[in-house]
């Protein structure tokens, strides 16, 4: 069964400074893969998403990824963090698959911290 | 494009009642729904996956009786939690899911349940 880790549970950044927050998968196939961000009472956002194609996708709110198949990762970066980003964000996967939509597996998630 | 709500946002309710969480794709159709639990600084759950006219499949370890899905429209599913007792309380979030080329799903904003 496919699998998802976030290794860091906390991360605290200066505002103004770059952020990567670590996702690895494990899985055979070709993932499909996911960034979520929540705030605090709310449900998930969709910052990226990669399916094929470019290894690095661009998201919203200045966020982008790179899928790499030898690493099995998936990080997220921002090279210049807002106060506004502080949150939890979650990496997610699916199996690739046509018709119906498929389940996603989480990652544990990464609360983000940001000083100003 | 891709919205999908909740209804209520929050609800506080005695133990030993019942409360029915509403889950709705706005504007599209979604043909799978997926109702997940998440406690506290804790990732998402799945507890069950629902498709329009069919029975929900449970994860395991999820009580059908406690917790009852029905998924009687392509935009609205709906989870009924029987004789909610304090355990229950947590935040509950559903997404709607499509069956088009990579069955993205989309999520619906949460609802906190606490159960007195």
């Known amino acids: 069964a496919q699998s998802v880790t976030q290794p860091d549970i906390h991360i605290t950044v200066s505002e103004g400074a770059s952020l990567e927050l670590r996702c690895n998968y494990s899985?055979?196939?070709?993932?499909?893969l996911f960034w979520y961000v929540q705030s605090p009472g709310q449900g998930l956002q969709l910052l990226l998403k990669?399916?094929?194609?470019?290894?690095l996708v661009q998201g919203i709110k200045g966020f982008e990824a790179e899928f790499k198949r030898s690493q099995s990762s998936f990080n997220l970066r921002k090279p210049s963090v807002h106060w506004s980003d502080a949150a939890e964000y979650f990496c997610a996967v699916v199996i690739i698959s046509s018709g119906s939509a498929r389940q996603l597996t989480f990652g544990s998630g990464t609360q983000l911290t940001v000083l100003p | 494009g891709a919205v999908v709500s909740q209804h209520p946002s929050r609800v506080i309710c005695k133990s030993g009642t019942s409360v029915k969480i509403e889950c709705r794709s706005l504007?599209?159709?979604?043909?799978?729904m997926f109702w997940y639990r998440q406690f506290p600084k804790q990732s998402l759950m799945l507890m069950a996956t629902?498709?329009?006219?069919?029975?929900?499949?449970?994860e395991q370890g999820v009580e059908k009786d406690k917790f009852l899905i029905n998924h009687a429209s392509l935009t609205l599913s709906t989870l009924t939690v029987t004789s909610a007792h304090p355990e229950d309380s947590s935040f509950y979030i559903c997404?709607?899911?499509?069956?088009?080329?990579?069955?993205?799903?989309?999520f619906g904003p949460g609802t906190r349940l606490t159960v007195l």
């Open positions: 990669y399916f094929s194609g470019d290894t």
């Open positions: 504007d599209f159709q979604a043909t799978t």
């Open positions: 899985y055979g196939a070709t993932p499909y």
């Open positions: 997404s709607a899911g499509t069956s088009g080329r990579f069955g993205e799903q989309f």
């Open positions: 629902s498709n329009e006219g069919s029975k929900a499949t449970y």
